[in-house]
């Protein structure tokens, strides 16, 4: 490095003397500047060294406690919990941090922040003189990040201390941004009681947010954490003002604001009132807090709007149902575009002890009722086994010793797969599961994130459709929204992962069933609209299926439209059945309210067919391909090559006498002196139903006596008792069994036998009893056509 005399020497006469000063500067020069050099570049390397092991024996802790928050999805806060030690301690994001509060802060605080290594040395020595020389202490020279070391690790006031503080703000800066090191300054800041940090302050006493401060309000907050006694934000507030206006004038001399923001600040009153936290969504907000309690800032899916309005609707109507003894409900709305949930009701009140308000219902297990119907109907569609104009009997069924009823207790014979479904009929939808298996049905739920039915999935049989399994809100809201999403399930979530994870979407239904299934769904005209005009009026166009479970316990209505999907549960929080409890009646108008509510009328709501998705005619009468006496025909969906293409058979030609009194076989058929006749198909299940109930149909004549040619088909199937099961019964008094059969259209006589023994002959549609003697039991029946049918039972005493 070259030196300059003449920039770096003052001038100095000619003379002998200063000519002998200047060629000593000149020939020692060079040797002086390189030994300071070396020796102030050691001192370096020795303090680096040095603070580099101190570090290590001595590291930084800058873990800090804060009271959780849980945000909705635009940063609004919906709830917050105390910290650990009780304190009121908020986490300041670095977005949070505006360039007006950064601005008031570093320039009251520490103007020169962005250029020390985290210690101001001409502070401190200016500090230093003037504690010597006044025997007190006049001046401090704590810079942010020495004041941040001194919050973090909070000790008495002396040198030694000073010294420790000096060494942790080196640490800070070696460690953290100044971004960072002036975040941490802001959540830590006292501002008297537990109240510390500048969005704790905020909050409590302004309701807002720091990056919604106001500048009068920013320097408000500024200002109290040097004097957090004396300017205290619960009194004097004359004091703080004056004291706020003092400091806002400075900053409009420094020029740190401009002119008109301080004239507005200064105009601005002081309004300072101790306000309530927020209290919204409380039992996510708790389910949150216990899941992640470590996290300082819990950010939610939920829409803040949105929000307020379904928990006023879920308030008002709660208020509404209470006189029918119904106490709770929940609510889940979901987006079903980005699968978010944007609104959340556990329970619309909290706070009302008496009932249970705590319980969050909306991920209490409850049984479905007949929720899980459409999914059934659905896996039926796509595999090829229905189409929505399939024909399926409603008739009193058996499944292995298993009797569903419907929830009127009544039947209806032949019926429509859609119409099964918007009825919510109980025996088609056993059938549908029955032919489709139930491990084929609860692996698709166990795909769709059911926990319940995945941890009893060995335990479930064919009463899971009607409700025989436990499931949740949140499960069901989920379900239903892949059929709003043609058949693709992915997972609802209500909390915003930090670590970016994605959501594993997997196919649960073709796009044909799922369209046909909201096709159905969104039927206007049907049985489980609410009871009242009002209702019926306002209803709008969305798919939506109803359920109750048994007792009256529950009662559900869940909807969906291209946007959203709603699930609405009501009923009691300790599972207190009531008679007013349906959900056509009790949950669906709630359901629409909020559908009415957040979606009313907008565009694009409806849900949309597929591409490609064919129509074929079908016989009204099967709901199968036409055959030659298929007179009556309708348009029905389809999914080729893999829906049924059988050919409708409910007609078939029948050889009778010239009176019609009895009818032929081909064994027996005449020469002449017979006429063929059209007679109805119909299965043995629905004639009996026909017969028991009375209903009108064509019979079929008795077959010629004469004949004696033994059938092999269409023998009777016995419906009671189940074939296989075992039967507890008191061995003192052994209950009488039932033994009923399905027989074809032309059979009018069956013939019981018990062990091979003849007991008694009857009508086909009689309903005979006996008394069962302990041990296996071999239950056979004849037709008047000989063919016969055998069971084995096994009777055991309790």
Avoid at 375 to 400: C, H, R
Avoid at 751 to 756: C, Q, S
């Amino acid at each position: 490095m070259k030196f300059s005399l003449k920039k770096q020497l003052p001038s100095i006469p000619q003379s002998p003397l200063g000519n002998a000063i200047i060629t000593f500067i000149r020939n020692n020069h060079d040797k002086h500047w390189f030994r300071w050099t070396k020796r102030i570049s050691l001192t370096l390397v020795a303090s680096i060294l040095l603070f580099l092991i101190l570090n290590s024996i001595f590291p930084l802790h800058t873990k800090v406690e804060y009271a959780q928050l849980i945000t909705a999805k635009d940063g609004s806060v919906l709830y917050a919990f105390l910290s650990h030690d009780d304190k009121w301690r908020m986490k300041t994001e670095l977005n949070e941090i505006t360039p007006e509060l950064r601005k008031a802060i570093i320039h009251k605080e520490d103007r020169l922040f962005y250029y020390h290594p985290g210690v101001n040395v001409m502070a401190i020595g200016r500090a230093v003189v003037n504690n010597i020389f006044t025997g007190r202490k006049t001046s401090g020279a704590s810079t942010i990040t020495m004041q941040v070391a001194r919050l973090l690790e909070p000790k008495q006031r002396t040198y030694g201390n000073k010294i420790i503080e000096i060494f942790r703000a080196l640490q800070l800066e070696w460690y953290y941004s100044k971004d960072e090191i002036l975040q941490l300054y802001l959540n830590l800041v006292p501002y008297g009681g537990n109240v510390e940090g500048v969005k704790s302050a905020a909050l409590l006493y302004f309701g807002q947010l720091p990056n919604r401060l106001s500048v009068a309000q920013i320097t408000t907050l500024a200002i109290v954490p040097n004097r957090p006694t004396s300017l205290s934000l619960n009194r004097n507030p004359v004091l703080l003002k004056q004291e706020r206006d003092k400091w806002l004038k400075r900053f409009q001399e420094d020029e740190i604001f401009s002119d008109t923001l301080i004239d507005d600040a200064i105009n601005e009153p002081l309004q300072l009132r101790r306000t309530p936290l927020p209290n919204i969504a409380p039992h996510l907000s708790y389910r949150l807090h216990t899941k992640y309690p470590e996290q300082a800032i819990l950010k939610t899916t939920l829409n803040r709007i949105t929000q307020d309005k379904v928990q006023q609707l879920a308030y008002n109507y709660h208020k509404r149902i209470r006189k029918y003894n119904i106490h709770n409900l929940a609510v889940i709305v979901a987006d079903n575009k980005t699968r978010e949930i944007i609104a959340y009701i556990g329970s619309p009140d909290f706070t009302d002890n008496d009932h249970a308000g705590q319980v969050d219902n909306a991920r209490a297990i409850r049984s479905p009722g007949s929720t899980l119907k459409p999914l059934v109907y659905a896996l039926g569609i796509e595999a090829g086994k229905i189409t929505p104009k399939t024909m399926l009997l409603d008739v009193p069924s058996q499944f292995g010793g298993y009797s569903p009823e419907n929830f009127d207790q009544k039947f209806n014979g032949a019926v429509t797969v859609e119409n099964a479904l918007v009825n919510s009929l109980n025996i088609p939808a056993v059938k549908v599961l029955e032919d489709i298996t139930v491990p084929v049905f609860v692996n698709k739920l166990k795909a769709a994130r059911f926990e319940q039915i995945s941890r009893d999935e060995r335990k479930l049989g064919l009463s899971v459709i009607l409700g025989g399994c436990g499931t949740t809100l949140e499960e069901l809201v989920g379900l239903y929204s892949s059929f709003a999403n043609e058949g693709l399930f992915t997972p609802i979530s209500s909390f915003q992962s930090s670590d970016g994870e994605k959501k594993t979407t997997v196919r649960l239904i073709s796009r044909q069933a799922a369209y046909m299934i909201n096709e159905i769904l969104m039927q206007a005209v049907r049985p489980d609209l609410p009871t009242g005009y009002q209702n019926s009026y306002h209803a709008p166009p969305i798919a939506w299926k109803t359920g109750t479970s048994y007792g009256r316990k529950d009662a559900w209505s869940i909807g969906y439209n291209r946007k959203y999907t709603v699930g609405v549960w009501v009923g009691n929080a300790n599972a207190e059945g009531v008679p007013e409890l349906t959900g056509a009646d009790i949950a669906t108008p709630l359901l629409f309210q909020l559908f009415n509510t957040i979606d009313y009328n907008a565009a694009g709501s409806r849900l949309l067919a597929p591409k490609n998705m064919p129509l074929r005619l079908v016989c009204t009468e099967t709901g199968l391909l036409p055959g030659d006496y298929c007179t009556h025909q309708v348009v029905d969906y389809y999914i080729p090559l893999i829906s049924n293409t059988q050919t409708c058979k409910h007609m078939k030609e029948v050889p009778v006498s010239a009176d019609e009194s009895f009818s032929y076989c081909t064994a027996c058929l005449p020469e002449s002196g017979y006429k063929k006749k059209l007679y109805e198909n119909l299965p043995p299940a629905l004639v009996s139903f026909y017969n028991t109930w009375s209903v009108a149909y064509r019979r079929i004549p008795p077959h010629n006596p004469s004949c004696t040619r033994v059938f092999q088909s269409g023998a009777p199937q016995i419906v009671t008792p189940a074939d296989g099961r075992e039967y507890m019964v008191d061995a003192t008094e052994p209950p009488e069994m039932l033994l009923t059969c399905h027989v074809d259209n032309d059979v009018k006589q069956v013939y019981w036998y018990i062990n091979d023994k003849f007991y008694k002959a009857a009508k086909a549609t009689d309903r005979v009893f006996f008394k069962p003697d302990l041990g296996e039991v071999k239950i056979s029946c004849s037709d008047d056509k000989g063919r016969n049918t055998n069971i084995s039972i096994v009777v055991k005493k309790m």
